[in-house]
Structure formats: C-alpha cells, structure tokens
C-alpha cells in the first residue's frame, strides 16, 4: 500500500479516534512486525483480531480503517510518514504498509491504530545506502517453533540481542494434528501446551494455527525488536512438501488446493513484501537481496517451491543412482540464475546465502554404520548442489557464508568442492521443535568421524547470532538447557568463524 494521506490529515485523529465493533475488544493482540527492508522503507504489518481464538479472529465481515504512523524518535516527537491502511476481512483483517520515503540506514519506530485502540510500538531499519562504509551488521537466524513442545523464551531473548535483522528459516507453525511431537530419538516428546482445533487443511484452519501461535507474547517481542526477513520452509503446508507433491502422494491439483490455503496464511501472518497469493494468483515466492553497503550481501533463497520431488523413495537412506540425475532441482532454473547473478556482481567483502535445508552432504549412519543420507536436503541433489558451488567459487571476490535452519541441531561445518574448502555453512537450531534436545545426540560423534568437514554439532533449543565485520564472521550459537520450563537463560555452547580471506572454520 502505498501512503495514503498526509501527515496533517490525520495527525489530529491519531490517539483519538471513535471505537468500532465491541467496545474493549483490544484488536492487536497478535503484535506487530516489520520486514523486507529497501534503503528507503519497509514493510509494518498488524493482524486486528480482538479474539483470536475464534473465527475471523473476532472480526465482523467488513473493511475496517487502520491509521498508522512511524517516527525516527521513540516518543514519536518526530513523525515522518503517517497514513491510513484498510484491514480487508479477505485477508483476514491483515495489513501490510509500504512505508516509502525514509532514509537510507535509518532506524525507526512505528504503530498502529483502529477500533479506537493503539498497538505497541515497533521497530525498524532501513538498509544502508550500498555505497556507504558499513563497520558490522549483527543478525540472527532462527525457526522451527513447534509450539506444542516447548515455549518461546528463545524468542523473548533473541529480542534482547540488539540485531540489524532477524532471518526467520521457517516452520512458523507446524501442521501436524493436535497431540502429536516428535523428540530427536523419534519418540512422542513431552507437550506442554495443545493447538486449538484439528490438523488444517483449509484457509480458515491455517489462519487458526497462525493465530495462536503469535498470540505469543515472547514472539511478538522478537517482531518488535527488530526488521524481519521471512521465508517458509515444509511445516507451513505439510512435512517435507515440494512444488506440487506432498509427502502422501495426493493427487498434484488436490494438494495444490492446500498448499496454496497455507501460503495464503502464511502471506497474512509475515511482513512481506509480496502480493497476496489470491490476488497475484501465485505464492508467495520469498526470494530477496539486501545489501548493506560494502559490508554483506544477503540472498535469501526459496528451496520448497520450486524443488524436483525428493529421490530414492524420501526418508533417511543410502544415496540411490536418481540423486545424481541431472535435471534434479532444489531451486528450479530461474532462481538459479538470479542467485548466479546475483553473486557475480556482489561489490561485497561477504555473501550471506539464506536458505532452509541442509547443504553439507552429512553421512548420518545407521545404528549398524551403513550410510544414511537425509534426502530432504542438499545431500539428495548431487548435480544441483555442485551447480551452487560453482557458483560459489565463480564470486569476484571475499568470502560466502550459507545459514541454514530445519535440522533442530546446531553444525559448523565447512564445504568442500573439487577438494578444497571453498564456504562455509552455519545451521541453527530450533526455537522449539523436538523438545529440549540435549548437549549432543547420541551418536553424533561417530558421524563427525566418518565426515570431518563437520566441525562441531549441538542438539540444544536455541538461535544464532552471527556477527560481521571487515575482518570475520562469527557465529555465536545461543541456546537454552530445556524449553519444556519457562523462563530458562540462553548462554553461548559455541562460537565459531572465518576471517576474511580465509577457507574454513575455527573455533572462537
């Protein structure tokens, strides 16, 4: 939406405006956002949803205004856009604002107000101008937020951390039907809380799902801290989706049904820059660029929709002679190429490359030593996965860096291509997903024998913060000892990094 109105057209209105609907009912009770930064502006986003736990949160079957405003002080003595944005009841009362016209490398404050109530405050940056000196960028990259296995307090201290953005890698929400999580042993995991409803397979059941998940006061903590770049990865749909097939086989036209209800909430619920799927008729796709300066060059990649079905039947296994197959895709031939070129003209000292599954083909073993490979990720894409590297090693120049989530473990690891170390990738682990995880799974040091490009693993709850500089990039893996318990610290288990010019990881 572009601005609607001028400052002195609502300025009057603003903290006065007459209550609609039910008197009390509080309609930001899903918090506030802000994403997709450009060097002038970004995206701030609200749900109104006075009661989320019913349908349409609450809301009647109208249009209802929505005032906004951002400010460059955090009292809003200083206001410098101010509009008014329409809540639609077809995108479930979301709004998402394209504030244009602020300045490069500017941090921000922003609200809402409607139904005569006024949201809390967010914050927000804008990107740096790409020609100017950018002394470090301080990011953190997180997911896997199962909610019934465990609490948001990773979130809550992620919000603490004082970041130039969050990358979130996806499973905002987990579709599996009510009662039903799953520990790193595979064993059910102890549930501390319950899903409203059954397992969603419709628009209004996601939208449910979405709902009570941001409910969260710890995530809605972590959206106002600070500029989010969101993507999704399989749980927003169904386990281990891609392109048109899910993990059951259903016919691509029925499954396609559902897929594109999930992407719809999930555009809904995200402070995205993209069209809503029922208006553009085509999901929500996530691919950006964001440079900051001569610093870094961020490419955050979609490795779901446009990916060749997983090979050799899916599911941990030895690699099968398909996993070699040439037309295999992970990110389909036109997002190759925008990558592609995105890093041979990348002016910067560093390339975040941001994506969702594993890229270091990993031998999990089996328990009798055989070779098991996870076909839901690179590893399962020999021929695709070479193409990246070549990729990779055809930069002009500086150091890249892949930030991976999905396997609810931390890894180090560094990426070997034709025999040499040529990038390095940094995988976080989860908020939440698989409970609360422990030092190192069992095995896990017989598997970093039998691949000794694997550095260093880690099976607690947590994020990573990564911190770049002229010099190094570090990564500090933050975790927590449980999630089934409230309120736990977070301390670092590890951190690990590269200098500038440098192949391979050390510890720190």
């Given at each position: ?256 049904l559902r897929r594109n209800a999930a992407l719809q909430a999930w555009y809904e619920h995200m402070p995205v820059r993209d069209m809503p799927p029922i208006v553009s008729g085509r999901p929500p796709d996530c691919r950006r660029h964001a440079q900051w300066g001569g610093l870094l060059n961020a490419h955050f990649l979609n490795t779901r929709l446009y990916r060749s079905d997983q090979p050799c039947g899916d599911g941990p296994k030895p690699l099968c002679p398909e996993t070699r197959a040439p037309a295999l895709q992970v990110l389909g031939k036109t997002q190759e190429e925008w990558l592609a070129d995105g890093l041979k003209a990348s002016p910067c000292t560093w390339d975040l490359i941001a994506q969702q599954i594993m890229v270091a083909p990993v031998d999990f073993l089996s328990d009798d030593g055989d070779a098991r490979y996870n076909m ?133």
């Open positions: 939406m572009i601005l609607i109105g001028g400052i002195a057209a609502v300025a009057a209105n603003w903290g006065h405006l007459p209550k609609a609907l039910r008197p009390g009912a509080y309609p930001f009770r899903l918090g506030v956002a802000s994403g997709d930064p450009l060097t002038t502006g970004f995206i701030i986003w609200t749900r109104l949803a006075p009661r989320p736990e019913e349908q349409r949160g609450g809301m009647p079957s109208e249009p209802v205004a929505v005032d906004w405003e951002v400010a460059s002080d955090d009292a809003f003595r200083t206001v410098v856009a101010r509009g008014r944005a329409t809540a639609f009841p077809e995108l479930a009362h979301s709004v998402h604002v394209d504030v244009q016209g602020l300045q490069p490398g500017g941090h921000y404050w922003y609200r809402f107000a409607s139904m005569g109530e006024q949201s809390e405050t967010g914050k927000a940056q804008t990107l740096p101008d790409p020609r100017s000196h950018v002394a470090r960028v301080r990011f953190a990259a997180l997911g896997c937020q199962h909610y019934e296995t465990g609490y948001y307090t990773a979130l809550r201290h992620a919000a603490e951390e004082e970041l130039d953005f969050i990358y979130h890698f996806g499973d905002y929400i987990y579709e599996y039907d009510v009662g039903i999580g799953m520990e790193v042993f595979r064993q059910p995991a102890a549930l501390i809380r319950r899903y409203r409803g059954g397992a969603p397979s419709t628009l209004e059941d996601y939208r449910q799902r979405y709902a009570q998940t941001k409910e969260s006061l710890s995530l809605q903590k972590a959206h106002a801290s600070t500029t989010w770049f969101c993507t999704y990865d399989d749980h927003e749909v169904q386990n281990n989706w891609v392109s048109d097939h899910d993990q059951g086989g259903s016919p691509p036209d029925m499954f396609l839901d990720s690179w590893a399962a894409y020999e021929t695709a996965r070479n193409r990246l590297f070549d990729m990779i090693e055809a930069r002009p120049s500086g150091n890249a860096m892949i930030v991976t989530g999905d396997m609810h473990e931390n890894w180090a690891c560094d990426l070997i291509h034709k025999e040499r170390v040529i990038a390095s990738e940094i995988v976080s682990t989860s908020i939440t997903s698989d409970g609360d995880g422990s030092v190192m799974q069992v095995g896990r040091d017989k598997v970093m024998k039998a691949n000794p490009f694997v550095k260093w693993t880690n099976s607690r709850r947590g994020y990573v913060v990564s911190e770049v500089t002229p010099d190094a990039w570090v990564s500090h893996y933050r975790v927590m000892d449980a999630v089934t318990t409230r309120n736990m610290p977070a301390y670092t288990a590890a951190s690990w990094g590269v200098g500038v010019g440098e192949r391979g990881l050390r510890r720190i």
